[in-house]
């Protein structure tokens, strides 16, 4: 399964093409589909462009995709810079209205595993994110299932990234939850192309890139969801 990333925190001033309305994410979303994208992660934003876990905001984002294209699963991230309180993204779960698939959880962020025993409860799948060795062993202390485990490599430098990659999947064992391996900025295309030699899952989005694999700006989402097919993301 790979998925598209569509905009993560990036601002309009960092790429003309980045999607931050819910039409905007509903059109990028079926145009990634069409490539073989199989799900789409968002971080939907308010009326002022700021990411947000309001029930109406997500509602809004996941409505629009969903009508744009019925049967593409959507998913959110619960990221901790959108509500620092752990309480606070707590009661946003449990007060949306319109439920996204799956919804990403970063493990070690305060207050991750109420997030995702919240989640949990109502339904939605929980991806457990996990961007150091330290991270894969809280996620272990969780009381609720992750339905999927996202190998996530931010280092810039992309020796460095897969050297970060093969230390977390080193400590995954074969019971646990299927595994999306993808990497940010520079390591993004290593990180994808390491996950394809492997066999995993991956994502490509403006949220982890804006270049294509030959260094290039990337025009768009769908730019970049076509470049990974081509590499074998599947």
């Known amino acids: 399964m790979w998925k598209a990333s569509l905009n993560g925190a990036r601002r309009r001033d960092e790429h003309p093409a980045v999607p931050l309305t819910a039409a905007e994410l509903a059109a990028d979303a079926v145009r990634c589909a069409a490539l073989g994208v199989a799900a789409v992660h968002v971080h939907p934003r308010d009326a002022d462009g700021a990411e947000s876990l309001s029930p109406s905001v997500i509602a809004e984002a996941v409505t629009a995709i969903r009508t744009a294209r019925p049967g593409l699963p959507v998913g959110v991230s619960t990221g901790a810079w959108i509500a620092p309180d752990p309480a606070d993204r707590v009661a946003a779960v449990r007060a949306w209205s319109v439920l996204p698939d799956f919804a990403s959880v970063n493990a070690h962020e305060d207050g991750a595993g109420a997030v995702a025993a919240a989640l949990h409860e109502r339904g939605v799948l929980v991806e457990a994110g996990l ?67 492997r066999g995993l899952d991956t994502r490509i989005g403006l949220e982890d890139t804006l270049h294509l694999p030959d260094g290039s700006p990337a025009p768009d989402n769908a730019a970049l969801a076509g470049c990974a097919r081509a590499l074998g993301a599947r």
């Open 131 to 197: 961007w150091t060795v330290d991270a894969v062993r809280a996620w272990r202390g969780w009381r609720v299932p992750a339905g999927r485990v996202l190998v996530e490599c931010l280092a810039d430098e992309p020796d460095r990234a897969l050297a970060d990659a093969a230390d977390m999947l080193a400590r995954l064992a074969p019971g646990d939850p299927p595994v999306l391996l993808h990497g940010e900025g520079p390591a993004t295309w290593p990180v994808l192309f390491e996950a394809v030699r």
